[in-house]
C-alpha cells in the first residue's frame, strides 16, 4: 500500500479495510470517520488508522451494533477519562449478547413451528389458521367463526386431513 504525502487516498483506504469509497464517504459523514486532510490536489488522505476503524466498524456491525451504537462506541473509546461505567464495550457488550440470545430463542421458536407445519403437511395458510389442529403460532389469532357458518366456496381446496 502506497501513500502520497501525509495520508492514504480514499480508494487505498477502501481497498485496505475491505469496504467500498460509498461505504467509506458514508462512515464520514455519519462522523464514523474523521474528515481526511486534502491534499493540495483536492484528494482526501486519510491516516493509515481509518483502516482499522473501518475494519472495527465493520466487525462491529457483523456481531450485530448499529451505526448509532457504534459511533457510540467510538466515542466512548476516545473519552475514557470521566466515563461512566455503564457506558463502556463490556456493558454494551452485554447488553448486545442479551439481544441476540433472545433473537436465537426466538429463531428457535420460528424454526420449529415451521418443522412442525412442513411435518403436518400444511399447504394453506387461511385454511391451516381456521383449523384448531393448526401447528402454526398465528392459528390463535384468526377470528372465529360460529359453529356452522362457513360457507365453501367453490374453488376453495378441501383442507389436507394430516394438518387442518
Do not use: W
Not at 89 to 114: G, H, M, N, P
Amino acid at each position: 500500500m502506497t501513500s502520497l504525502g501525509n495520508g492514504l487516498r480514499s480508494g487505498q483506504v477502501a481497498d485496505a479495510a475491505g469496504v467500498n469509497l460509498q461505504t467509506l464517504r458514508y462512515y464520514e459523514r455519519r462522523g464514523l470517520l474523521a474528515e481526511p486532510a486534502r491534499s493540495p490536489g483536492g484528494h482526501r488522505l486519510y491516516p493509515a488508522e481509518a483502516v482499522t476503524v473501518l475494519r472495527v466498524i465493520k466487525a462491529a456491525q457483523r456481531l450485530g451494533f448499529t451505526l448509532d451504537e457504534i459511533s457510540d462506541l467510538l466515542d466512548a473509546g476516545q473519552h475514557h477519562h470521566g466515563q461512566k461505567p455503564d457506558e463502556g464495550l463490556q456493558t454494551r457488550a452485554r447488553d448486545k449478547l442479551v439481544d441476540v440470545e433472545a433473537k436465537i430463542a426466538d429463531l428457535t421458536v420460528i424454526a420449529a413451528s415451521l418443522r412442525t407445519a412442513l411435518d403436518a403437511g400444511c399447504d394453506d395458510l387461511i385454511v391451516c389458521a381456521h383449523s384448531p389442529s393448526c401447528p402454526l403460532p398465528f392459528a390463535d389469532l384468526a377470528p372465529e367463526a360460529p359453529t356452522g357458518t362457513h360457507l365453501k366456496l367453490a374453488d376453495e381446496p378441501e383442507p389436507r386431513r394430516d394438518c387442518c
